[in-house]
Every structure is written in C-alpha cells, then in structure tokens.
Antibody, heavy 118, light 108 residues
Framework: QVQLVQSGAEVKKPGASVKVSCEASGYTFTTYAFHWVRQAPGQRPEWVGWINAGNGDTKYSQKFQGRVTITRDTSASTVYMDLSSLRSEDTAVYYC???????????WGQGTLVTVSS | EIVMTQSPATLSVSPGERATLSCRASQGVSRNLAWYQQKPGQAPRLLIY???TRATGIPVRFSGGGSGTEFTLTISSLQSEDFAVYYCQQYNNWPPLTFGGGTKVEIK
C-alpha cells in the first residue's frame, strides 16, 4: 500500500533554513506528482508547492516564491522541501501529499512539525 | 486565487443523526472539489473527489454533491469515528490549491 514517511520534527532559529524529506513506497514513484501543504495550529491547510516526480517540473505558491525549493531524488523515491529565511510565522506542520491525477491529493504523509523560535 | 468558504464553523450533532456541511467557492470550480476529514494530531484523509465520488474505502454514509460554486458533504448517520474537522478544497484553478476554513463536527 502507498506510504509516505516524512523526516522528523525540526526546531530552527529565525533566518535559518529547513529541509524536510518525504520517502514514498508502495507504487511507482515517477508516475505521480506531489504537493507540499502546511498547517499552522488551528488553521486551514495552506498550499506551498508541487513537483512532478517524473520530470521534476515545479510550481510554487507566490507567497513562498524565492524562499521555497522542492526537489526529488528518483533513485531514493524521495521528495524534499527546502524553506529558507524562516520566521516565526512559518511554524507549522508540513505535509507532503501524493496526487492521483497530477493535482488531486489522495495520500498524505504523517506531517513534520517545524518550529521557528529564537 | 479562489476563496473557499465553509459553513457552519461548528456543527453539533448526536450520534445516528444526519449532518450536512456546506462549501462555497468564490468562482466556479466545475466539479473539481474534494472533501477531507482530519482528526486531532493526524493528517487529512481524502473522502470525496470530483464533488461526489467516494475515495477508496470510504463508507457509503458519506456523500457529496454540487457543482460550480456550491457544494455539500452529507454524513447520513453519524458514527463516533466521524467526529472530526472537514475541509473542502478546490483543484480546478491552480496554482494555488485552496482549502476552506473547515467545519468541526462535534458531539451534541
């Protein structure tokens, strides 16, 4: 069955960068795309960006443009999200999510809590 | 950017009763609308896509309807495991994907 396993919780200082990984298993990695979605405590999910696992094409939210980079390693069936210039407002649970038809999310990772605090 | 608005914010329902949740899009999204269930400390789970198609393994008591700008999620007879927060999300006009603010279904 499909499994998405994310890296562990992170605590970062303002201005630092964080890289979260998401290892996929249970299907052919390059067939589908991934989104990254974050959720601050008590808030609605917020879309961060997308990567086509097959060809590496990416799309990013304008809100994070210039601060976020999403990559993938097909040999490791893993996608990564790198967020730089962190500020306290970036404190949230970050989820990777696999798509069903390149856009529709059908499976989510368990989430990675990123805490930004001085 | 398409804004998704859900109502009510909280719905108090007794087990066995019917619950109807609403979602409105600021512009038409055809039937490219999904519903997710989220329990505390867990990731969201896909319930409905294409406005009315149940995802794999989702019980028949969950049903979705609507198109364009108005959508509903109905839970025909609430079970204890259904008390959670429900989000709608459009995937018609993107980027960005956008989510509603959620409806919390709580025990009355």
């Amino acid at each position: 069955q499909v499994q998405l396993v994310q890296s562990g919780a992170e605590v970062k200082k303002p201005g630092a960068s964080v890289k979260v990984s998401c290892e996929a298993s249970g299907y052919t990695f390059t067939t589908y795309a991934f989104h990254w979605v974050r959720q601050a405590p008590g808030q609605r999910p917020e879309w961060v960006g997308w990567i086509n696992a097959g060809n590496g094409d990416t799309k990013y939210s304008q809100k994070f443009q210039g601060r976020v980079t999403i990559t993938r390693d097909t040999s490791a069936s893993t996608v990564y999200m790198d967020l730089s210039s962190l500020r306290s407002e970036d404190t949230a649970v970050y989820y990777c999510a696999k798509t069903m038809y390149q856009v529709l999310i059908d499976h989510w990772g368990q989430g990675t809590l990123v805490t930004v605090s001085s | 950017e398409i804004v998704m608005t859900q109502s009510p914010a909280t719905l108090s329902v007794s087990p066995g009763e019917r619950a109807t949740l609403s979602c409105r899009a600021s512009q038409g999204v055809s039937r490219n609308l999904a519903w997710y269930q989220q329990k505390p400390g867990q990731a969201p789970r896909l319930l409905i896509y294409g406005a009315s198609t149940r995802a794999t393994g989702i019980p028949v008591r969950f049903s979705g309807g609507g198109s364009g700008t108005e959508f509903t999620l109905t839970i025909s007879s609430l079970q204890s495991e259904d008390f959670a927060v429900y989000y709608c999300q459009q995937y018609n006009n993107w980027p960005p994907l956008t989510f509603g603010g959620g409806t919390k279904v709580e025990i009355k």
